[in-house]
């Protein structure tokens, strides 16, 4: 096996473990019981991970960037929610595990978004992709649907702690390496399979 692939690997191994074991001290309950909103100039976007299918593994999300300078938006475990503040117009979101998964955006201020955090059977642990809960009333899994209100009712607020940007600036390397090993999978998705994984800016509420 090839040195720079073995390095992968562990860091790979690395992140599940410290995610795995140490989620109650990364995220946190917030302080307030006030409910994030969408600003004047900014778009909010909720994360929320309301399956308990692979509750042991973590979900850590990003807004990615093209230079590289990816934000951390925090880790979604099960049953929770993180909301994330973002600037108006296009967005590339990842989530990272044993896998990296993204969702296109395309986000109006003043708006708020929901994305599905999503579990599936992975190698070693579950895996996640992130998919786009749509503002369509005949949307099976939409914003106006009974499963919708379900998720929103069952998802708690978390935040993220003291230690999370800690944990984020000594696993940058591993992450990064993630985004790398699997955004070309993403790029060479067809279009229409890119439109089913986008969020629409009419999407939002």
């Known amino acids: 096996m090839p040195f720079s692939t073995f390095s992968r690997l562990l860091g790979t191994l690395f992140i599940l473990l410290v995610l795995g074991g140490c989620q109650s001290s990364l995220m946190v309950a917030p302080t ?67 896998n990296a998964d993204f969702l296109a955006a395309n986000l109006e201020a003043g708006k708020r978004y929901y994305v599905l955090v999503a579990p599936r059977m992975g190698v070693w642990r579950a895996r996640f992709s992130l998919l786009p809960i749509r503002n369509d009333a005949s949307a099976k899994e939409g914003l106006q649907s009974k499963q919708f209100r379900n998720w929103d009712e069952s998802t708690e607020w978390m935040v993220i702690g003291p230690k999370a940007n800690n944990w984020y600036q000594d696993n940058i390397d591993s992450i990064r390496a993630r985004k790398l090993d699997y955004l070309p999978k993403w790029q060479n998705k067809s279009a229409a399979d890119k439109a089913e994984r986008t969020l629409r800016s009419v999407d939002g509420l």
């Open 32 to 98: 307030t019981e006030v409910e994030p909103k969408a600003t004047a100039d900014k778009a909010l976007v909720v994360f929320m991970r309301p399956s308990s299918l692979g509750g042991a593994v973590q979900s850590s999300v990003y807004d990615t960037r093209a230079e590289g300078n990816d934000v951390f938006a925090g880790v979604v475990s099960s049953k929770s929610k993180v909301a994330y503040l973002a600037e108006p117009g296009e967005h590339l979101f990842m989530v990272v595990s044993e």
